[in-house]
């Protein structure tokens, strides 16, 4: 019984397959035990945590903010973001 509550509970384990810091933020892109993988972004100044997840339908963030104690989760369609990082689209020129 003590096993199947463990296994319920159980971390992943991940391995980072890079790590940097950039604009104020540590930034990790790990891997886990099925192959998928997760970016972290964490700024220290203001004590986040942001790791986002890419699935085949959505984008995943979560936000988890030390300072207020609070966790928010947050899941835009991929088409969404294609709309919006569309490089040949009009909006992203810079002028």
């Avoid at 997760?38 to 995943?60: A, G, P």
Wanted: glycine share 6%; hydrophobic share 35%; aromatic share 8%.
């Amino acid at each position: 019984m003590l096993r199947k509550i463990q296994g319920f509970f159980k971390r992943k384990k991940y391995k980072i397959l890079e790590s940097y810091f950039e604009a104020g933020h540590d930034i990790k892109i790990k891997e886990d035990e099925d192959g998928k993988q997760l970016i972290s972004l964490r700024k220290s100044s203001e004590n986040q945590l942001i790791e986002i997840t890419i699935d085949k339908f959505s984008v995943k963030h979560v936000i988890y903010d030390g300072l207020r104690g609070v966790t928010q989760e947050i899941k835009v369609p991929i088409n969404i973001y294609e709309k919006v990082i569309d490089l040949n689209s009009p909006r992203s020129e810079t002028k």
